[in-house]
């Protein structure tokens, strides 16, 4: 059953949620289902990864999500701010590495409200570089001053789509608003990045498959799939980690349903298992986010532990990974890797 499911999906990139849970559910559909979004992304985005270059700009948040090692109740979490001169000499730097976009991603910090965050999008957009903003809800003028100043991307990552285990996960927080900021972005024109944690305690592969269709509806030009990581400063520290093998065959039914979306190969996947990066890039994603945060900040950015490459110099990170895209037969992509809307006539 599940092979005439993939044929669909690549042909018709529409499956319902039963048939996606089907196939989230059957491991032995994984290698089919990389394939197949191996020769979607082939044909609707090319060979081309794009590089992106990551700024973790702040550590500090006024969320109490319960996965997140960032959240306000975590009094081990190391806390900085970097300064906007350092913001801009980072995103100098990525520009030399030869990133065209820089992802500016922080936790959900007061202190950078407009006022201060305008002039640090202004200069780095005047170095010629592509802005995604990762730094949680705002209100629609404040996201519309953001991208005046110079952002074209936003990414607000869902989580999960069941309502009522959002809301318990992240306390203090409403679904509807976080809908509703998804709306204000599309509204006003951003490329729209949202995605999964894949194994949060509660979840059900009914709930991932209505992600993927939400994904859809949303249109979203970007998706992000990662597992759950526990990390041990929070409530859910001793719950199990999210499942490698459900999170790939997750990104490539993604591919095959939204196929000229941007889909990264998260850090997530490296750290739970060496290799996992190049398993993605074989399963349909065509995006990877690069670190370029300097010495010891790389590690404050806690999220969970054990995060992949933390080690590892910005100049270090660049040069294995255009080794490792070069020995699997891709290349760095040459432009700042806006989705590219086109009919299948056109690939």
Known sequence: MWQRLIEKAEKEHRLCEGEIAALLSSPAAEEFLAAAADRVRK???????????????????????????????NEKAERYRLPPEEIVRLARKARGYGYKTVVLQGGEDSFWNVD?????????????????????ECSEAEYRALKEAGASRFLLRIETTDRELYERLDPGMSFAARCACLASLRRLGYEVGTGSLVGLPGQSVAS??????????????????????????????????GDIRLTRRMVSLVRLL?????IPATTAMETL??????????AGANVVMPNVTEGDFRRKYALYPGKAYVRDTPEECRLSLREELSQMGRF???????????????T
């Open 116 to 136: 201060r965050l305008s002039p640090v999008l202004r200069e780095i957009r005047a170095l010629g570089l592509v802005i995604t903003l990762s730094i949680g």
């Open 43 to 73: 044909r609707y985005v090319g060979d081309g990864v794009h590089l992106r270059g990551l700024i973790e700009f702040s550590n500090i948040c006024r969320r109490s999500c319960l996965y997140c090692g960032l959240r306000r109740e």
């Open 208 to 241: 991932l498959a209505h992600d993927i269709l939400f994904f859809q509806a949303l249109d979203a030009d970007m998706v992000g799939i990662g597992p759950f990581i526990p990390n041990g400063e929070t409530p859910l520290g001793k719950a199990a980690a």
């Open 258 to 262: 939204l196929p000229e979306a941007n």
């Open 273 to 282: 298992a060496r290799g996992a990066r190049a398993g993605i890039l074989r």
């Open 332 to 346: 760095v992509a040459e432009d700042a890797g806006f989705r590219r809307r086109r009919s299948i006539e056109d």
